[in-house]
Each structure stands twice: as structure tokens, then as C-alpha cells.
């Protein structure tokens, strides 16, 4: 595998870096409870735990 004869100087490889930045991570408002929270993931309102606008874990279960 090639290498490089030089060393790169700190701008060169800072230029090339300046593209790899991370995403804005996607937001979405539940229609259900109107809650905003991260795609794809489950979300706590209150004590109940949802995800895809469905109940997973209800405060009322943990109680029993």
C-alpha cells in the first residue's frame, strides 16, 4: 500500500476535515401526545414509556 514521501501540514488536513461533521439529528412531534423526541427511538411522557405512538411500559404496570 502507498504511502505519503511527506507529511501533510495541519491546513491540508484541516481543509479535508471540515466536510466530516455530524448530522442534524431528526426531530419528530408525536401526533398522540404531541411530545418532540428523536426517530426511532422511545420517548418517556410522564411515567409511561412510548414509541411509534404506543404505550411500551405504562406508570400503572410498574406499580402491580
Same mark, same amino acid.
Given at each position: 500500500m502507498p ?12 481543509? #479535508?476535515?471540515?466536510?466530516? !461533521? ?9 401526533? @398522540?401526545?404531541?411530545?418532540t423526541?428523536? #426517530?426511532?427511538r422511545?420517548? !418517556? ?5 412510548y414509541?411509534?405512538?404506543? @404505550?411500551?411500559?405504562?406508570?400503572t404496570?410498574?406499580?402491580?
Amino acid at each position: 500500500m502507498p504511502n505519503p514521501k511527506r507529511r501533510h501540514s495541519k491546513t491540508r488536513t484541516a481543509k #479535508r476535515r471540515t466536510h466530516q !461533521k455530524a448530522a442534524v439529528p431528526a426531530i419528530t412531534m408525536d401526533v @398522540v401526545t404531541g411530545e418532540t423526541h428523536l #426517530r426511532h427511538r422511545a420517548y !418517556k411522557v410522564g411515567d409511561d414509556l412510548y414509541y411509534n405512538g404506543k @404505550v411500551l411500559v405504562s406508570s400503572t404496570e410498574g406499580a402491580e
